[in-house]
C-alpha cells in the first residue's frame, strides 16, 4: 500500500470518529431548544443551588406543577465547594442552602439579597427556637431548611457485646475504650468537625479559639490517631452498614441511612445512634437568596412552599434530617419524629451549638495544626 | 553508526543547505513553522498563561476574610466590613510556607509516593507495552483499547471498586491473612493504608505508562535485534543493550505522565488513605475548599510546579548526558 | 523467542487482571438486587431501567460525550502541533507552556481558569468554558506521546521528502501523520478519557444549571455508591467500545478500498 493511501486513510478514519460527535451535537443542541422551549425559553426557570440528595424527588414534582415553573439544580457536597465558587464569582443561582456559618460569611459578603417577609406567610411555621440565630438575628436574609446533628454512629451488637458506652465522645478519643474496637472506627475528615468534638469532650466551647485548648485537643486527637481506621466524610456509611466499621463520627442523616440499609439488605446487626452528652455541633441550613438571581418572585415563592409542613416533612421522611417546622411534625413517619437523636429533646439541644466562622488567621493556623496531626 | 551521530549528520546537511539559501523554501518552511507552533502557542498563552499569572499574582495577596481574596485597594468601610483589614500585596504566604519544616515534609512524602508510583507502573506496564508492539497488527489495536476502556467509567466508581477488593471481608483480605496466620505474623488491613494508597494509584495511572512506551516501542525496527542475534547476543543483551536504550524517550515521557499527575491526586488518599496519609495534593485542596486559604494554596502550587519542573530538567540532563555516554 | 513470549504474554495478562478485576466488580454490581455494592443477592435490570428514567443523568451523559469528543478532538489537533513543533524546531517557549498544565494541580488550574473566565472575560460558564478547560490539560498528554513517538526517529525520512520537493503540507500528510498516527490516537484516546473523568476542572468551570456527568455521578456517590452509579459506567464503557469498534471497523474498509486503489 502506498503511503499516500495510508495517509487518506487514516485522515478518512479520524473525521468518522468525529462523526458521532457532530451528530451528537446537532441533535444534543436540537433537543435542547425543545426542552427549553416548553417553560418559555428557559425563563421559567429556579435556579437552586443545593446539597447533594437534599430535596425529596416528589417535592420537585410537587413544587414544578406548583409554580409551573421549572427546578433546576446544581449540587455542592461541602459547604467550602459553594463558598469557593462563589467567592470566583460564580452567579445566577436564585437559591442557596448554606449551613449557618456559611450563611454568616454570604451575609457578610453582601452577597445575598434580603427576603421580603410579606411573600412568606407560612414562616409562622418554623419553631422559634431555630430562628434568630447569632449568623442572622431577625432573619433578614434566611429561613431554616432542615438540620443535621453531627453524632456518633456504632454497630449496636458489637458495642453491647463489648460492653463500650455510646453517649460519649470518650469512646472515640480514650484508648482504653478504644483498643477493643482498633481499626473499626472512622471519624469525620473536617477539621471544625473533629475539633468540635475533641473541643466538647475537653469541656470547651465547639467554637473556642484559644491556642492552648486546639493544642490540647490537638493532643487528643493524635492519641486516638493511631486506633481509627481513617478519616471519612461519606464511605463510613456503607462500611457501617456492610458490619466493616463498628463505630463512626458522623452525621445524623449519613447514620440514618446506615441504619436503613443494614436493616434493607437483612445483615444481622442493627445501626444505633445517640448524641453524646458533653453536647456536639448542630448545622442548620438555611435558604437564602443570592444577590445576583434573576427570579426572587419564584424563589420566595419556592420558599414558602418549603414551608408548608407536607412539604417540608418529605425530605425529612427520605433521608432523616432534622426538620426545624413545627407544622411538618405530623407528617413525619413517628419512627424518625420519636427519634431522639434526630428531634432532640430541649435539654439536649441546649448542649448543642452551631458552628462559627472563623478568621482568616485562625483558619490559617488550624489548617497547620490539621496538616500536623495527619503527618504524625 | 550511532542515532547521534546519524542525526547529527542530517542537521548539519540541513544547515548546509539553508546556507546554499533556497530562499523560497526557507520561507515556507517558516510558514509550516508558523502553522505548526502558531495555534498551541496562542491558545496556550490566552487559557494557560494568563490564568497562571493570577495565581500568582494571588500568592502575593491576603487571603479574604470570608475566603476568597482581600481587595487589592483599600476597602470602602462599611456596616458589614470590619474596620482594619489587610489590602494590597504581600510576601505573608510565603513566609508562612517557609516559616515551618512541615510542609517540607509533606513534599518528600508526597515524592516518594509519586516515585513509587512511577516505578511499579513502569514495571507492569513495560512488558504489557513491549507485547502490544509486537502483536500482530489487528491485535495491537484492540490490545491498547483495552488498556484504555476501565478509563471510560469512571474514577471514582474504580477506586470504590478497590475498597471493596481491599476490605477486611474481601477474598483477598482473607487469603492474605490466611497465609500471613500460618506464617504466624499477625493479620493486617489492606484498606486504609498506604498500600492502598499505592494500589490506586498505580491502578488510576497505569495507562499513562503503557500508551507512550507502547507508542515508542511500536517503531522499533525488528531488524535490529534480528541483527543483534545474529551477532550472538543473548535475549537479555537484546533487551538491555537493544530495546531499552531505544525505549528511554517513552519511558521518560510515561514517567511524567504518572510522576506528575499523582502529586495533584487527593481523591486516592482520601478514599483510600488511613489516618496518616496525606499528600500535597490534599493539603492544596484544602487550601481551597477547606481553610479559604487561596494565596496559601497558590504558594503550595507554585512550589510544586517548580520542584516538579527542576526535577524534569534535572532527569532531562542525565538523560541527554546518559544518551551522550552511550554514544561515544 | 517462544519463551519469552511466553514471559510477556504472563506479565501482560497479570496487568490486564490488575486492570479488569475491579471492571468486573462495577459490571457485576450493577445487575445486583441490592442497594449496597457488598454481597451478590440476584440478578436484576431494575438499576438499568432506573436510569434510563433517569432524565437528568441522560442529559448529563450527553453533555459530557459533546464536551469529552470536542474537548480530545481539539486538544489531539493543538497537542499534535505542539508536539511537532517541539521537536522539530527546538522552541524555548513552547514546551514549557505545554507541560506545565500537566504539571500543575487539577485543583489550581480549575480555579484559575474560573477566575480568569469570570472575571478577565467575562464569559459565561457553560459547556465551552468547560471544553476550553478541558483542552488545556489535555494537550500536554497529546504532546508528551507524540513527541515520544518522534524523538529518535529517522529524520532522513523527512529530509527525503523534502529533497523530493514536497511541500511541507505535502511532507506532514504523506510522512509524518501516518508515522506518529499511533501516537496522535493514543493521545486521542487518553484526553477523552480524562475529560469525561474529570471532576474537578468541571466543577470549578461549569455553569449554572447543566448537568455534567462526572459532577452528577460524584453527587451519587457522596449519598452512597448505588448500582444506578455502576450501570452508568457500565454504559459508558459499553459506548466508548462501540464507537471505538466502528471507527476501526470504518478505518479497515477504507483502508482496503485504498489499498484497492494503490494496487492500481
Redesign the interface.
Known amino acids: ?14 473525521l ?3 462523526l ?2 457532530l451528530i ?2 446537532t441533535t ?1 443542541c436540537a ?1 435542547q431548544d425543545e426542552s427549553e422551549a416548553v417553560p418559555g425559553r428557559g425563563e421559567n ?1 429556579l ?1 437552586l ?1 443545593n446539597w ?2 437534599y430535596i425529596a424527588p416528589e417535592t420537585v414534582r410537587h413544587f414544578e406543577k406548583f409554580c409551573n415553573c421549572k427546578l ?4 455542592y ?2 459547604n ?2 459553594m ?3 462563589l ?4 452567579t ?2 436564585d437559591l442557596i442552602v448554606p449551613t449557618g456559618n456559611a450563611m454568616d ?6 452577597a445575598l439579597r434580603p427576603l421580603d417577609k410579606s411573600l412568606l406567610p407560612n414562616l409562622r411555621n418554623i419553631n422559634p427556637a431555630y430562628l434568630e440565630t447569632v449568623f442572622d438575628p431577625g432573619n433578614k436574609y434566611s429561613v431554616p431548611y432542615a438540620y443535621t446533628l453531627t453524632l456518633l454512629g456504632f454497630n449496636e451488637e458489637k458495642i453491647r457485646e463489648l460492653e463500650l458506652p455510646t453517649d460519649t465522645w470518650a469512646i472515640i478519643f480514650e484508648p482504653k475504650y478504644l483498643k477493643k474496637i482498633k ?1 473499626r472506627v472512622t471519624v469525620l ?1 473536617s ?1 471544625r468537625e473533629l475539633m468540635a468534638a475533641a473541643l466538647k469532650y475537653l469541656g470547651y466551647s465547639v467554637n473556642d479559639t484559644d491556642e492552648e485548648h486546639w493544642k490540647q485537643a490537638a493532643e487528643l486527637i493524635v492519641r486516638a ?2 486506633y ?4 471519612s466524610n ?2 463510613y ?3 457501617l ?4 466499621l463498628w463505630l463512626a463520627h458522623g452525621y445524623s442523616n449519613d447514620m440514618f ?1 446506615a441504619a436503613l ?1 443494614a436493616k ?2 437483612g445483615r444481622g446487626f442493627t445501626i444505633g445512634y445517640s448524641t453524646p452528652r458533653e453536647g456536639a455541633v448542630l448545622a442548620l441550613d438555611s435558604m437564602v437568596l443570592q444577590r445576583s438571581g434573576n427570579r426572587p418572585d419564584l424563589a420566595h415563592q419556592f420558599i414558602n412552599f418549603m414551608l408548608e409542613g407536607r412539604n417540608s416533612a418529605e425530605l425529612t421522611n427520605l433521608i432523616g434530617s432534622g426538620n426545624p417546622n413545627m407544622d411538618a411534625m405530623q407528617y413525619i413517619r413517628p419512627e424518625i419524629a420519636n427519634n431522639k437523636a434526630i428531634f432532640p429533646d430541649p435539654e439536649l439541644l441546649a448542649r448543642l451549638e452551631m458552628l462559627r ?1 472563623l ?2 488567621k485562625q ?2 493556623s ?3 495544626l ?3 496531626i ?3 | 553508526m550511532t542515532k547521534k551521530a546519524e542525526q547529527g549528520r542530517t542537521e548539519g546537511r540541513a544547515e548546509e543547505r539553508a546556507e546554499v539559501g533556497i530562499k523560497e523554501r526557507t520561507a515556507r518552511q517558516r510558514m509550516a513553522k508558523f502553522f505548526v507552533a502558531g495555534p498551541p502557542l496562542v491558545f496556550l498563552t490566552v487559557f494557560f498563561v494568563v490564568p497562571s499569572l493570577i495565581m500568582i499574582a494571588t500568592s502575593f495577596r491576603f487571603p479574604g476574610e470570608f475566603g476568597g481574596l482581600a481587595p487589592i485597594a483599600a476597602p470602602v468601610v462599611s456596616a458589614h466590613v470590619s474596620q482594619g483589614l489587610e489590602y494590597g500585596f504581600t510576601l505573608e504566604a510565603y513566609q508562612f510556607f517557609f516559616s515551618d519544616i512541615l510542609y517540607a515534609k509533606i513534599f518528600l512524602k508526597s515524592f516518594a509516593v509519586a516515585a513509587a508510583t512511577t516505578l511499579i507502573c513502569l514495571v507492569m506496564a513495560y512488558p504489557l507495552a513491549l507485547l502490544i508492539s509486537r502483536s500482530k497488527k489487528h491485535l495491537r489495536n484492540l490490545m491498547v483499547l483495552l488498556v484504555v476502556l476501565p478509563f471510560a467509567s469512571n474514577f471514582l466508581i474504580r477506586i470504590y471498586a478497590w475498597m471493596i477488593i481491599l476490605g477486611p471481608e474481601s477474598g483477598l483480605s482473607y487469603f492474605i491473612n490466611a497465609v500471613l496466620g500460618a506464617l504466624g505474623i499477625t493479620p493486617i488491613t489492606l484498606l486504609f493504608s498506604p498500600f492502598a494508597v499505592l494500589v490506586g494509584m498505580v491502578y488510576v495511572h497505569l495507562p499513562f505508562m503503557v500508551l507512550p512506551l507502547y507508542t515508542n516501542l511500536e517503531k522499533h525496527d525488528p531488524a535490529l535485534l534480528d541483527a543483534a542475534q545474529d551477532l550472538g547476543a543473548t535475549r537479555w543483551q537484546r533487551f538491555w543493550r537493544v530495546t531499552w536504550p531505544l525505549s528511554l524517550p517513552g519511558v521518560f515521557s510515561g514517567a511524567a505522565l504518572v510522576f506528575i499527575p499523582v502529586l495533584g491526586m487527593f481523591a486516592v488518599p482520601d478514599i483510600l488513605g488511613g489516618t496518616g496519609d496525606i499528600l500535597i495534593g490534599n493539603l492544596i485542596k484544602d487550601q481551597f475548599l477547606g481553610t479559604r486559604d487561596w494565596p496559601f494554596g497558590s504558594v503550595l502550587a507554585i512550589m510544586l510546579t517548580l520542584a516538579v519542573l527542576a526535577i524534569a530538567g534535572l532527569a532531562a540532563w542525565f538523560a541527554r548526558s546518559a544518551v551522550g555516554q552511550r554514544a561515544t | 523467542m517462544s519463551r519469552s513470549t511466553r514471559w510477556l504474554w504472563s506479565a501482560a495478562i497479570l496487568a490486564y487482571a490488575f486492570l479488569y478485576i475491579p471492571l468486573a466488580i462495577v459490571v457485576m454490581y450493577s445487575f445486583n438486587d441490592s442497594r449496597l455494592n457488598a454481597e451478590w443477592v440476584g440478578f436484576t435490570l431494575f438499576w438499568y431501567e432506573a436510569l434510563l428514567n433517569n432524565k437528568e443523568m441522560l442529559l448529563a451523559a450527553r453533555n459530557s460525550l459533546i464536551i469529552a469528543l470536542s474537548a480530545s478532538f481539539s486538544a489531539t489537533l493543538l497537542g499534535t502541533m505542539a508536539g511537532l513543533a517541539i521537536h522539530r524546531y527546538k522552541l524555548k517557549v513552547l514546551p514549557v507552556l505545554v507541560f506545565t498544565p500537566v504539571a500543575m494541580p487539577e485543583i489550581l488550574l480549575g480555579v484559575s481558569l474560573l477566575l480568569f473566565f469570570l472575571q478577565v472575560l467575562n464569559l459565561t460558564l457553560g459547556m465551552i468554558s468547560i471544553i476550553i478547560a478541558h483542552t488545556t490539560f489535555c494537550i500536554g498528554f497529546v504532546a508528551v506521546i507524540v513527541r515520544a513517538r518522534l524523538q529518535g526517529m529517522d529524520e532522513s525520512i523527512f529530509e527525503a521528502a523534502r529533497d523530493l520537493g514536497a511541500s511541507p503540507w505535502q511532507t506532514f500528510r504523506l510522512i509524518t501523520l501516518p508515522l506518529i498516527m499511533p501516537a496522535v490516537v493514543a493521545g486521542a484516546l487518553m484526553s477523552f478519557t480524562l475529560s469525561i473523568d474529570d471532576f474537578v476542572i468541571t466543577f470549578f468551570t461549569k455553569g449554572v444549571g447543566e448537568p455534567i456527568l462526572p459532577i452528577q455521578i460524584y453527587t451519587m456517590i457522596k449519598v452512597a455508591v448505588t448500582p444506578e452509579v455502576n450501570a452508568v459506567s457500565t454504559l459508558l464503557m459499553l459506548l466508548t467500545l462501540i464507537m471505538i469498534i466502528i471507527a476501526g471497523k470504518l478505518e479497515a474498509r477504507n483502508m482496503e478500498a485504498a489499498g484497492g486503489e494503490a494496487g492500481k
Open positions: 500500500m502506498s503511503i499516500r493511501a495510508s495517509a487518506r486513510t487514516h485522515l478518512g478514519a479520524i468518522l470518529f468525529l458521532p460527535a451528537l451535537f444534543g433537543r426557570v435556579h443551588f447533594n440528595n433546576s439544580q446544581d449540587y457536597s461541602d467550602e465547594e463558598l469557593a465558587k467567592a470566583a464569582g460564580a445566577g443561582y460569611t454570604l451575609i457578610r459578603q453582601g481499626g475528615d477539621q490517631k493511631p481509627w481506621a481513617a478519616f461519606t464511605s456509611i456503607k462500611e452498614a456492610v458490619g466493616n441511612q440499609d434493607k439488605t466562622d478568621d482568616r483558619r490559617r488550624l489548617s497547620r490539621w496538616t500536623e495527619k503527618l504524625r
